[in-house]
Nanobody, 127 residues
Framework: QVQLVESGGGLVQAGGSLRLSCAAS????????MGWFRQASGKEREVVAA????????YYADSVKGRFTISRDNAKNTVYLQMNSLKSGDTAVYYC????????????????????WGQGTQVTVSP
């Protein structure tokens, strides 16, 4: 069973950048497709980006395309979310999630497909 710990959140001005990291332990990281989700106050948790086990497949929500980049380093058991050109609408708690899969090219963007979740990291974008 994999454990996930996010880091890198914080307060940033609009137009700025942050890089989130999610460190995995307790499992074989290369077997897990990974996703980043976010939940703003009073709203449902939504997908931000997802990546396949071999990094060949990536997915982005329309709201972050061209601004955010998901990547992973299987040697370091870590997945990243580089966030550029941040907007106030990006303010949320960001969660990483893992799904055990045999399919190396597949990514998953549905919340209910992920069995393992981190505790979240707050990202606040000031106007």
């Amino acid at each position: 069973q994999v454990q996930l710990v996010e880091s890198g959140g914080g307060l940033v001005q609009a137009g700025g950048s942050l890089r989130l990291s999610c460190a995995a332990s307790g499992g074989t990281f290369r077997r897990y497709a990974m996703g980043w989700f976010r939940q703003a106050s009073g709203k449902e948790r939504e997908v931000v980006a997802a990546i396949s086990t071999n990094s060949a497949g990536t997915y982005y929500a329309d709201s972050v395309k061209g601004r955010f980049t998901i990547s992973r380093d299987n040697a370091k058991n870590t997945v990243y979310l580089q966030m550029n050109s941040l907007k106030s609408g990006d303010t949320a708690v960001y969660y990483c999630a893992a799904k055990d899969t045999y399919y190396s090219n597949f990514y998953y963007y549905r919340r209910d497909e992920y069995a393992y979740w981190g505790q979240g990291t707050q990202v606040t974008v000031s106007p």
